[in-house]
T-cell receptor
């Protein structure tokens, strides 16, 4: 079975440029999560969707960040304009809501470097 | 106080050793508990869920103490391949069961 797919795997861009990260969740999963991981802050939840609807975006750092989920099989995280402090690994995860204890499955991540 | 606290380690142990990791969480309303494993430069992967009665999976045993808001992971007969960072995870406040809060992780290094 295909797991969570993320693209690109690596992105290097200059400050001020727009960056778009993409995610395809596991087929049949109805929840999708975007995380950011840095050495300083660890793994932080940015936003999550249930049935394509954003439920909690309180972790989105600022207005430069936006996320969409136009359908059940695709989501994007956009940073515009990007800044060096956005450099991190961005993970997408998905899960299937089935009562208490919803296990999340992570994609391989996108390693973003903003110079 | 952090929502999920772990001893960062590193724990350096020889092969065959038994090692235990501890974790405390602040939200008494949390109902879902997990241990995830993350290898260097890889994504986190679910190691095991943690149930109230405690549960075991091969060499791994997880325990939950709701009264003390404490979770533990015991690894017996450590293997070189167990070297990784172990993340304690609980579901967070406000977001229902879906919102998971990750601890900063405990690093384990198993040596020959």
């Amino acid at each position: 079975d295909a797991g969570v797919i993320q693209s690109p795997r690596h992105e290097v861009t200059e400050m001020g440029q727009e960056v778009t990260l993409r995610c395809k969740p596991i087929s049949g999963h109805n929840s999708l999560f975007w995380y950011r991981q840095t050495m300083m802050r660890g793994l932080e939840l940015l936003i999550y969707f249930n049935n394509n609807v954003p439920i909690d975006d309180s972790g989105m750092p600022e207005d430069r960040f936006s996320a969409k989920m136009p359908n059940a099989s695709f989501s994007t995280l956009k940073i515009q304009p990007s800044e060096p402090r956005d450099s991190a690994v961005y993970f997408c995860a998905s899960s299937f809501r089935q009562g208490v204890g919803w296990e999340q499955y992570f994609g391989p991540g996108t390693r973003l470097t903003v110079t | 106080r952090k929502e999920v606290e772990q001893d960062p380690g590193p724990f350096n142990v020889p092969e065959g050793a038994t090692v235990a990791f501890n974790c405390t969480y602040s939200n008494s309303a949390s109902q879902s508990f997990f241990w995830y494993r993350q290898d260097c430069r890889k994504e986190p992967k679910l190691l095991m869920s943690v149930y109230s009665s405690g549960n075991e999976d091969g060499r791994f045993t997880a325990q939950l103490n709701r009264a003390s808001q404490y979770i533990s992971l015991l690894i017996r007969d450590s293997k070189l391949s167990d070297s990784a960072t172990y993340l304690c995870v609980v579901n967070g406040p406000g977001g229902g069961y879906n919102k998971l809060i990750f601890g900063a992780g405990t690093r384990l290094a198993v040596h020959p």
